[in-house]
């Protein structure tokens, strides 16, 4: 298995995350954490300043490593 095999095994069909831009990788995110939300607690809303806290927590976990493999796992 080479490091590429090794990225996306667990993956699925995702786009190779190490490819994607800081912003991309942020929206991305930001969606699939707000669809697991909706799909969790739909009749509750959202507001949308808390979607704006999940992009700001984003942009800082995308420059620790550790962080944003956590992140890239879980969702």
């Not at 590429?4 to 190490?18: F, N, Y």
């Not at 806290?53 to 420059?63: H, N, Q, T």
């Amino acid at each position: 298995m080479n490091q590429t095999d090794a990225e996306h095994k667990g993956r699925g069909d995702r786009a190779p995350v190490s490819l994607v831009t800081q912003d991309d990788w942020v929206q991305l995110y930001t969606s699939r954490i707000l669809r697991a939300w909706f799909h969790q607690a739909a009749p509750l809303g959202l507001a949308y300043t808390y979607a704006n806290w999940i992009r700001s927590d984003l942009a800082k976990a995308y420059g620790h490593p550790l962080t944003r493999a956590f992140i890239e796992e879980t969702y």
